[in-house]
């Protein structure tokens, strides 16, 4: 449907010319502003559909976990030696190896992500047991959307709230 008069739409040019000849009268014309929303309509349903398929598609990316911890449950495991922070409602074991996957420049790695934290060991350590989410989402550092991502494969249990 061209909507410009200089899109191709040979039904648009034979009724614009059966017009001209008189042989087709009392046309109606689309208000511009009704073309314009409509539009915008097609390009929100495209956004609104692609945006199903990436819900979906993180959804199956998912890592699941049916474990869930109290907070008595990580008390436990970090005098045990664990290093179990809290992030949200996520209980994050830092020791845990997590697979790079392999690449055109690596083969695939385990990288412990306590040993591999840009902010070190140290800054760890302090939130070792307690919960960092404030610390994680700005309170010290807003963490990127990569190191949100890294959660999911750090976390061990859910963190079942009293």
Not at 32 to 42: F, P, Q, S, T
Not at 132 to 151: D, R, W
Request: with cysteine.
């Amino acid at each position: 449907n061209g909507i410009k008069w200089y899109h191709f739409d040979p039904t648009k040019w034979t009724i614009r010319l059966c017009e001209w000849l008189r042989m087709a009268s009392h046309l109606m014309r689309t208000p511009n502003e009704v073309i314009e929303r409509n539009v915008k309509n097609l390009q929100y349903k495209g956004v609104r559909r692609q945006m199903e398929l990436l819900e979906k598609r993180l959804g199956e990316l998912e890592l699941p976990t049916t474990v869930e911890y109290t907070w008595e449950d990580v008390a436990k495991y970090v005098q045990q030696g664990q290093k179990l922070i809290v992030i949200g409602d996520n209980v994050i074991d830092l020791e845990k190896s997590v697979p790079t996957g392999s690449g055109y420049t690596h083969s695939n790695e385990k990288i412990v992500w306590y040993e591999a934290h840009p902010g070190g060991k140290k800054m760890l350590d302090i939130y070792v047991g307690k919960d960092a989410t404030e610390a994680f989402q700005g309170g010290i550092y807003k963490h990127s959307l990569g190191a949100e991502s890294l959660i999911p494969h750090l976390r061990v249990a859910k963190l079942k709230r009293n």
